[in-house]
């Protein structure tokens, strides 16, 4: 029999972890997490990072393994995720990964491109130009170095911009350039279920988390990172919104009602992503039964 990556995401808040659990129980493996924030210590709540109990119940990866002030990125968890594939397929012939980062996703099942390394003064350059001009300024200088790239970049992520303009400034080529889109060959077999839900049932959830995460003590955990505010790893709803109630310039129940609006928006990105994907067979994520059938039928 074949090694087997068992892929299962979906949007925030659709229900994947609980799910996860039990088809980790059913396979007899471990899950490697594919979510690009639960990988950073201190923030549990605010990511829907697993609980303790659930750690205990199912062996976990990559869940609070980095610090915050780590540097990472899509093409280092492609890295990290395949050395560990080849260990835990000397145990069994199949692994479950689950998440909903989309660009971790498609770093483990299709590989990222083999981008220049951005030395440290570049990478210092541009964060500097970007704190002093702000995101736009860099956006307006991307459309004149790489016109193709802003077409579909998210020009609100300062992280692409950013990144984007140090390849452009180190290497005197576009970002697009080093963009091939070809996908690696993989030694094992993949196989993809995506979890949906009707729109309204999906927000109704996201809304009901929210208030959860709320009550388990989030803002306390948003006060308890405030100093890091400015690192990458604390650019992601939840705690963007909090700080600025930290800082007076939102109330509280404007913040809250602001977290629960962006996690919707990014619901939406997610399934626009992920629908690109002809790959990606979609279930309710009450269809416990026909996904492990969908993945037991599509073994090697």
């Known amino acids: 029999m074949g090694k087997n990556l068992?892929?299962?995401?979906?949007?925030?808040?659709?229900g994947k972890t609980e799910l996860s659990l039990t088809l980790a129980e059913h396979f007899h493996t471990g899950?490697?997490?594919?979510?690009?924030?639960?990988i950073f210590r201190n923030l549990p709540i605010g990511t829907a990072a697993p609980g303790p109990e659930q750690l205990l119940r199912i062996p976990h990866y990559f869940i609070g393994t980095n610090d915050l002030t780590q540097y990472y990125s899509a093409a280092q968890y492609e890295v990290d995720v395949l050395q560990l594939l080849d260990k835990l397929y000397q145990q069994n012939d199949s692994v479950l990964m689950t998440g909903g980062s989309m660009m971790y996703v498609d770093a483990v099942?299709?590989?990222i491109?083999?981008?220049?390394?951005?030395?440290?003064?570049?990478?210092?350059?541009?964060?500097?130009r970007y704190e002093r001009e702000g995101?736009?300024?860099?956006?307006?200088e991307l459309k004149l170095l790489d016109p193709e790239y802003y077409k579909i970049v998210d020009l609100k992520n300062p992280k692409r911009v950013l990144h984007a303009l140090e390849i452009c400034y180190m290497t005197g080529k576009t970002y697009t350039s080093f963009r091939k889109n070809q996908p690696k060959g993989r030694p094992f077999h993949i196989i993809k279920a995506g979890l949906t839900r009707?729109?309204?049932?999906?927000?109704?959830?996201?809304?009901?988390?929210?208030?959860?995460?709320?009550?388990?003590g989030l803002l306390e955990e948003v006060r308890s990172v405030y100093p890091y505010k400015h690192l990458n790893s604390l650019n992601t709803v939840g705690y963007k919104e909090l700080f600025n109630y930290l800082e007076g310039k939102w109330i509280l129940e404007y913040a809250v009602e602001k977290?629960?609006?962006?996690?919707r928006i990014y619901s939406r990105k997610q399934m626009t992503w992920f629908k690109r994907d002809e790959h990606i067979h979609w279930?309710?994520?009450?269809?416990?039964?026909?996904i492990i059938d969908y993945f037991q039928k599509n073994f090697q």
């Open 6 to 14: 068992l892929v299962l995401i979906g949007p925030t808040g659709v």
């Open 113 to 128: 491109d083999d981008l220049p390394t951005v030395d440290a003064d570049t990478r210092q350059t541009i964060l500097d």
């Open 109 to 111: 099942c299709k590989g």
């Open 198 to 216: 009707d729109r309204d049932e999906l927000y109704e959830r996201i809304n009901r988390r929210v208030d959860l995460m709320m009550e388990a």
């Open 283 to 290: 279930f309710h994520p009450d269809s416990q039964d026909e």
């Open 259 to 263: 977290i629960k609006q962006n996690s």
């Open 135 to 140: 995101l736009e300024q860099l956006c307006v």
């Open 31 to 38: 899950i490697v997490s594919c979510d690009s924030r639960q």
